[in-house]
């Protein structure tokens, strides 16, 4: 064997292992956190649903309510967001994004009106970010205008 077919099989089997070793990493997971920080969103809305049922402190609880919308959210499944930002809320997560995002994913859903409510609480919860609220606001105002006239009502 030559030196450069050796080399190409020394290439080929230490890439081979790279390959096998990626793939076996995602099994090794056991954390919605770490899944979430790797953009496995499906794997950590399942890790963070079974931790959510086991959890017990109520603001890791709400913590973890927040972090399911977060991961239905990036997986493009809206309803289940909105399902989940609407329990962090309910469970009082302390960061305003959460009701933003949970307005967000009512907006998604076309509940205009309960998506307004979001984005004026959001307004009054982060007063520097109440321009970005507005805005939303003035979007879900337009989407019920044209739905309307849509359906020929004036």
Partial sequence: MNLKAFSLLTFLAVMALFGINSCSSSQKIKSGDV?????????????????????TDPRKKAQKAFRLGESFRNNGQMDKAEKWYEEAVRLGYTEPIATFDYGLALKGNGKYLQAVDQFSNYAKLEPFSKQRAFDEIKSCQLAIKWEKERNGEN
Avoid at 37 to 54: D, P, V
Wanted: aromatic fraction near 20%; charge should be neutral.
């Fill in 35 to 55: 899944a979430f920080a790797q953009k496995s969103y499906s794997l950590a809305a399942n890790l963070y649903q079974t931790e959510y049922g086991k959890e």
